[in-house]
């Protein structure tokens, strides 16, 4: 079955960097966009970024743009999120998500999420 | 960026009784790509509808989604205690891909 772990959240400092990972096991990796989608606490979801099969497409939300890399290693079937020049409201938590689809990308299956905390 | 606008807020229900969710997007959605999931408290979200009107697999007919270019409709037919939770509509078929605010549903 398809599982998705995340690993990779923490504490950290206002302008500070962190990686997430997303160890993707179950079903061909390479065949399916990825997406990283976000929630504050107490607060509704945000889409983050997603990335196509080979790597040939990203795209990210506004309020990340520049600040956050999405990449994908097919070899070792992960997905990575580096987030750089981290602001108090990108705190929550930080799902990885496989498209549903081979063709598309929308959240079809979901890790469990990791913390994000961003404060002094 | 496509805004989606879910309505209400918070749907006041009883077990057995009908819930009518919208989302309204600000521009047309492409190829109707647009999801439903719901969300439990503690819990990732589920993806419940794919393209305004498909189950995802395992999804009990009770939820149907309807609509096409900007209003969109999640209905579950009749309710049980699992249903109470948090629902939220996403658009992606145009990048930058955004979710709806949500729409609560509590027991009455």
């Known amino acids: 079955q398809v599982q998705l772990v995340e690993s990779g959240g923490g504490l950290v400092k206002p302008g500070g960097s962190l990686r997430l990972s997303c160890a993707a096991s179950?079903?061909?990796?390479?065949?399916?966009?990825m997406t990283w989608i976000r929630q504050a606490p107490g607060k509704g979801l945000e889409w983050v970024s997603y990335i196509s099969h080979s790597s040939t497409y990203t795209n990210y939300a506004d309020s990340v743009k520049g600040r956050f890399a999405i990449s994908r290693d097919n070899a070792k079937n992960s997905l990575y999120l580096q987030m750089n020049c981290l602001r108090a409201e990108d705190t929550g938590v930080y799902y990885c998500?496989?498209?549903?689809?081979?063709?598309?990308?929308?959240?079809?299956?979901w890790g469990q999420g990791t913390l994000v905390t961003v404060s002094s | 960026e496509i805004v989606l606008t879910q309505s209400p807020g918070t749907l006041s229900l009883s077990p057995g009784e009908r819930a009518t969710l919208s989302c309204r997007a600000s521009q047309s959605v492409y190829s109707n790509y647009l999801a439903w999931y719901q969300q439990k408290p503690g819990q990732a979200p589920r993806l419940l509808i794919y393209g305004a009107s498909s189950r995802a697999t395992g999804i009990p007919a009770k939820f149907s989604g309807s609509g096409s270019g900007t209003d969109f409709t999640l209905t579950i037919s009749r309710l049980e205690s699992e249903d109470f939770a948090v629902y939220y509509c996403?658009?992606?078929?145009?990048?930058?891909?955004?979710f709806g605010g949500g729409t609560k549903v509590e027991i009455k």
């Open positions: 998500a496989r498209a549903y689809h081979s063709d598309s990308s929308e959240a079809g299956y």
């Open positions: 996403q658009q992606y078929g145009s990048p930058p891909l955004t």
């Open positions: 179950g079903f061909t990796f390479s065949d399916y966009f």
